[in-house]
């Protein structure tokens, strides 16, 4: 019986496999691997049992450590068990490996292979994960593409169970992880037939029974451990030959025969490369290709990396080979070379083969690697002396370790459609395509293959689908650079990006355009203009947005682009392709409702009608040309390195571009105008009461306040707004609030804040959402105006009014996080508050990479160069790193107090003691003890002892340091909390901030313990069964920890008075922050809204835990919350993470919804009796500022 | 003891106290205590298309990958099934039926003349006996006629009653310009009955934060006249049974309901104030009424009191209107 022709991902490939054929599933999220574990929850929570008729058990760990914990035991007592992971994930599985492998458990871990976190964290492909762990005793066996994933995880795991050698199964994350392929699906039988029962018989027997104990994890001494450790040998020495075997035995099934070395190429090849990977199909394709031209070379592909099988490694090399290049797809700085070179000199001298052998790096972080760099490399092999330690694929102009390569040298098949669509991450385009390429993988006999290349933002962000369709198998895991059909589905691109350059002669170019075919021409820069007219494009427009308005698909114009695509491209006759788009609609969204079906089957109806070919002119008249990524007037740092990565031209920087340790400037993003907002908050000054509350809310500090000086509105422009100071000590000043408009995001936020209502027409308030277009030349001058104002002096300003807040210059701004994110503002708030004195540990996250991560970042500096100073170190120890800073900051004050003490009678006992007795509680002693510092590094300046000469780099220590460590909840509550727990044990002043989303959001929405119960999440996909860990209350258990509870929306004079307090007290303090989240799954324009109904029904009770109180003989808990006056019903399903269960479960739904009542319920009881100790009167809330 | 029966859609019911349609309707508990309480019919809860349609594009939104960002390109696992069209409604049809003996009756909103058509027949399917249309239409474009209105009611109960074959009720509100005329359309179209009136729920405003909130108000016995009046007017007019709906809430209520013409008495505010076991009450002092005025069956009271039945029908009119305001001091 033919086998099923599936189109998936490599994560689903393994997912699919793995899942069949274990029993336990111990899962974390980390990318690129998170769908493996996804996936796996999924089919389990649906009750899909794996070969032996039973449902695998899936759980979900607190860390990879944790994962790899719960396998051994899961191994240990006999159970088929598995696990997924990526980077530090594996790194962090270490410890356990070994224990697994020298207890010769069988086991296979599927790895998407990924970069580590050096000097910068990358989430993207290469080998460094799977290196650091060939030392552990697992084996390692690499899959090329989803094919092989999907067939090697099978491999793995029959070899694992025969020849007790645990296995790393891996693949390149992203490339191959979520490369979409077209493949052919093992069967159930397949799986059967290759698992021998006997074999898991044996596992189970081995297996912790108390039936028949054994006890292993012995403490062994010097006597005799070696012996013990060299008795596996035997084993390791058998199993390639069992690999080979289960192959064989594989290929007999399938017909798809796999080596332990797979050799292709010439059989009397001189020049070959040796490398294993998701490259090592660019690399075949390009041997095949200029073989077919000549050439006498070949490719080694390594499949079984571990144990390394000598002898079949000499068998599988040609024996004409006269020069190698080993290419490996990792980094070891210090090392003679990178391991797979290493063990290929290795192999060679064992087997008295004496071949030159060079070794290069390539692919790091999932760098192109294309058959011109492949090409290179046997160019270079020709040479008399090729250089060895190579790089291939960057130009390193520092230390000259790259290969020079031709980039026009191509290998694409033109029997292949090579597409390429820019999308909006909003706009449906990527699942578009990945739609297209099930139709056309699954309904026609053509191959496929689609990629997906995103941008660094999460709000605005660009996608690139490259597709390829073709009667040949498709090998080329790179990017096109050459397509024929080119589509552009936001017409604001255009003036981005130079999409054109990748179009071939005679491609066809799709633009959804608002300008008809005979209007169009005029609003095309010269450049797309220029390229239409020299390559002789077809181009046709389509007005995607009006039709998705006719037709109620809102934004997603996926279907309709989609069908433009079938109708110009002629893959499949334009009515087949019709028909096949309808069959997968509805097959995508017939179980979403029959509404959702007939609105996409009507976007598809009413698109042919409005798809126009244009007729291009002869020759260019634009005048205009694409946008510049930054202003001429940015640094040139941001000019000559940061702006090629805007404009996506990143990989053309050499290396002498970059910083050597990963430190990067900060207040870059000013400079990165993204004008992703449609519409944009217009300030309406005759009706505004200047509460701040806008400016409070904006996660992306977009709308600013200032209060000036009249005088200063000289050569304002003409449409700048201005109005007197609503302050009584300011009244003779000037009071302007002004909208960023080209770094406005257009979430609303601040007009759904706005406590104002026009009172003849109540729908307005006192900012109003317009058109961005129209408004955005004149009031980018107005905010270039505004910018240009005087700070106002922050001494004069009361730090405790939200109203007075507005006034603090942000030091976060225009970060790339989600529109209407509620993380963001917490954040803006601590760098208003804090930031020009702010040092900061974040976990890695949401925060860590819309705070950190390149092009362009948010933390910003005031007019004197203060501002924030943020690192990043992992996700697992950020309160640690945090505390470290405290450690070191507290240390070097400490040194610069025994200095400025020794040195006073020098310095003058005056400014001495000044310096030492300031009071520096507020922002007026902190001012002042600046100036005092400055004066002392003025005279230290002048001095010559060893003591003053010591004071210089640490005297900015006298002045407070403010260290405040910052993440989500899968840190706090999950990975961090252990470190977390012992940095508020050990009394240290550090401020703790936790952006709790309730999820992991930045990996896409996986269940942390504050996941409420009953929400779906992922890896909670039948609803999360038990209740949200109460980490705040955990934490007042310590005495003397500062902690609150806080939201924003729901109070935010609370929160701000929470933030000083936990600022101000000398000691450990958490905020535990509600922050809503796309992952909440409804519209963030309501965030506030949810917030308040989230603390009304008391899910999110408000309070404030201060051990200070205790001093004073007060309770030192503070139930800021009145009691519930909503049914928590009210408050979750306004949000689709719960009611999506009442559709998919209605009866479970109802369960978990009237247990987390009790919980709410229960809690609050818990919290008012908490707050009635001692019979202090402490309950005195908060009082907000009062509404209009 | 007296003869309470009546016909309502050619359903021979047990006594005109019909529990109409309400969020009690949603249990089948409730259901078996409607029963019990002396209910003849129930209306279940309305199936409101356009609720299905906006659950279902909320999901499709919120569902449909983001694919915005290389980490997290969704944030909800997407399921195999999720029950968000008609089919929770239409299995609870099924297992009412299950449950009591008393008639079902359907209850459907819709916003599509497709939708109104599918889910009738899917009521149809799951076992009904009648189905209640329940039109509520809040005409608010002014481009729009009165004869643009009516056309779309009588052309969507004109293709309701062709789609289906149990008998079809047609529930609508009393904002007609010629509302006899109306009716006797509505009857023509098909209607097997008409349940006068439904009642708009108008919102009110919250003076203090300049919002316009939502108004439920449950209905009390002083809404009954104005339904009285019309179902007075317009017995013997037309073919289809009348139901009143809104402001019955005492036996009373039912009495005069009667007695205007109805062959049914609909309640659901009065079971929502005072509990489902109100419906008993309400049905013993029936009797008690019957008894104490010698009646012994609904049937002949009802009509007794109508336009055409009563000695000056002007009390009807125009020309008891203007006594009423030359009377009021």
Sequence with gaps: MPRTKVTIDGNEAAAFVAHKINEVIAIYPITPSSPMGEWSDQWSSEGQPNIWGTVPSVIEMQSEGGAAGALHGALQAGSLATTFTSAQGLLLMIPNMYKIAGELTPTVIHVAARAIAAHALSIFGDHQDVMAVRQTGFGLLASNSVQEVMDLALIAQVVSLESRIPFVHFFDGFRTSHEVAKVEELSVEDLKAMIDDDLVRAHRKRAMSPDRPVLRGTAQNPDVYFQAREAVNSYYRACPTVVQNVMDKFAKLTGRQYHLFDYCGAPDAKRVVIMMGSGADAAQETVEYLNARGENIGLLKVHLYRPFALEQFAEALPKTVERIAVLDRTKESGSIGEPLYLDVVTALREAGRDIPVVGGRY???????????????????????????????????????????????????????????????????????????????????????????????????????????????????????????????????????????????????????????????????????????????????????????????????????QTCFFAISGVLPREEAIARIKQAIKKTYGKRGESVVQKNFAAVDHTLAHLHAVEVPASASSTFELRRPVPLEAPEFVQNVLAPMISGNGDSLPVSALPVDGTFPTATAQWEKRNIALEIPVWDEKLCIQCGKCVLVCPHAVIRA??????????????????????????????????????????????????????????????????????????????????????????????????????????????????????????????????????????????????????????????????????????????????????????????????????????????????????????????????????????????????????????????????????????????????????????????????????????????????????????????????????????????????????????????????????????????????????????????????KNAVNCGHWPLFRFNPELVQLGKNPFVLDSKPPTLPLEKYIYNETRYSMLRHSNPQAAQKLLEEAQADVNTRWKLYEARAAQNGSSAKEPVKETPHA | MPDLSTNYLGLKLRSPLVASSSPLCKSLDNLCRMEDAGASAIVLHSLFEEQINLEAFELDRWLEPNEGFAEAQSYLPDLTAYNIGPEGYVEHIARAKKSVRIPVIGSLNGVSSGGWIRYARLIEQAGADALELNIYYLPTNPSMSSAQVEMMHTELVEEVRGSIHIPVAVKLGPYFSATPNMMVKLDRAGADALVLFNRFYQPDFDLENLEVVPNLALSNSSELPMRLHWVAILYGQIQADMAITGGVHTAEDVVKAMMAGARVAMMTSALLRHGIDYLAEVRAKLVEWLDAHEYESVSEMQGSMSRRSVADPEAFERANYMRVLSSYV
């Design chain 1, 706 to 1091: 200032k209060i000036y000086e009249s005088g200063k509105l000289t050569g304002a422009p003409e449409t700048f707004k201005t109005t007197p100071a609503r302050w009584r000590e300011f009244k003779e000043l000037k009071y302007t609030l002004q909208v960023a408009p080209e770094d406005c995001t257009g979430c609303s936020l601040c007009v759904e804040a706005c406590p104002v209502k026009d009172k003849t027409e109540v729908k307005r308030r006192a900012i109003n959402m317009h058109d961005q277009l129209s408004l955005r030349e004149s009031e980018a001058r107005n905010w270039d105006f505004f910018l240009k104002l005087p700070e106002l002096d922050r001494t004069l300003l009361s730090t405790g009014q939200v109203k007075d807040v507005q006034i603090l210059q942000p030091l976060f701004e225009f970060s790339g996080a989600c529109t209407g994110c509620g993380e963001t503002p917490y954040i803006k708030l601590m760098s208003q508050l804090f930031g020009d004195r702010a040092v900061i540990a974040n976990a890695t996250g949401c925060s860590s990479i819309y705070g950190g991560n390149l092009p362009t970042t948010p933390y910003a500096v005031n007019p004197e160069g203060r501002g924030p100073t943020w690192n990043n170190s992992l996700f697992e120890d950020n309160a640690e790193f945090g505390l470290g800073m405290r450690l070191s900051i507290d240390k070097q004050t400490e040194h610069a107090r025994e200095l400025l003490r020794k040195l006073a009678p020098e310095l003058g006992d005056e400014l001495a003691s000044a310096i030492f007795n300031a009071d520096q509680s507020k922002e007026k002693g902190i001012s002042e003890q600046r100036e005092r510092v400055a004066v002392l590094k003025k005279k230290l300046a002048q001095m010559k002892s060893p003591e003053a000469g010591a004071l210089v780099p640490i005297a900015d220590m006298l002045v407070k340091k403010s260290v405040w460590i910052i993440g989500g909840d899968g840190w706090a509550y999950d990975i961090g909390y252990g470190g977390l727990d012992h940095v508020l044990a050990s009394g240290r002043n550090v401020n703790i901030l936790v952006l709790d989303t309730e999820v992991y959001s930045n990996t896409g929405g996986q269940m942390s313990k504050s996941t409420p119960r009953g929400a779906v999440a992922k890896f909670a996909a039948g609803g999360k069964p038990t209740a949200k860990k109460d980490l705040a209350m955990l934490a007042t258990t310590y005495g003397n920890v500062y902690v609150a509870r806080v939201a924003m929306g729901a109070g935010d004079m609370h929160t701000l008075k929470a933030f000083l307090e936990a600022e101000a007290y000398d000691g450990p303090s958490l905020i535990i922050a509600y922050s809503h989240c796309i992952a909440h799954g409804y519209d963030m324009v309501h965030g506030l809204e949810q917030q």
């Design chain 1, 363 to 561: 692919g790091l972080s999932s760098k192109e690697f294309t058959p011109a760099m492949v090409k290179g490399v046997f160019d270079e092999l020709k040479k008399a002396a090729p250089k060895n330690h190579f790089t291939i694929g960057i130009h390193d102009d520092v230390t000259h370790t790259s290969l020079a390569f031709d980039p026009q040298f191509s290998t694409e098949d033109p029997q292949t459609v090579r597409a390429m669509f820019y999308g909006l991450g909003a706009d449906g385009t990527v699942g578009a395509n990945k739609n297209s390429i099930k139709i056309i993988g699954e309904e026609t006999e053509n191959f496929a293959q689609g990629y997906f290349v995103y941008d660094s933002k999460k709000s605005g962000s660009v996608t690139v689908s490259h597709l390829r369709f073709g009667p040949r198998p498709i090998r080329s895991s790179y990017l096109i650079s050459r397509a024929n059909f080119v589509a552009c589905h936001q017409f604001v691109f255009l003036d981005h990006f130079d999409m054109l350059s990748s179009a071939e002669q005679g491609a066809t170019f799709l633009l959804n355009s608002p300008y008809g075919p005979d209007q169009v021409w005029e609003h095309l820069p010269r450049s797309v203009q220029d390229e239409i007219i020299k390559k002789k494009l077809k181009f046709y427009v389509v007005d995607a947005y009006e039709i998705a308005k006719q037709t109620g698909m809102g934004s997603r114009i996926n279907t309709i682009m």
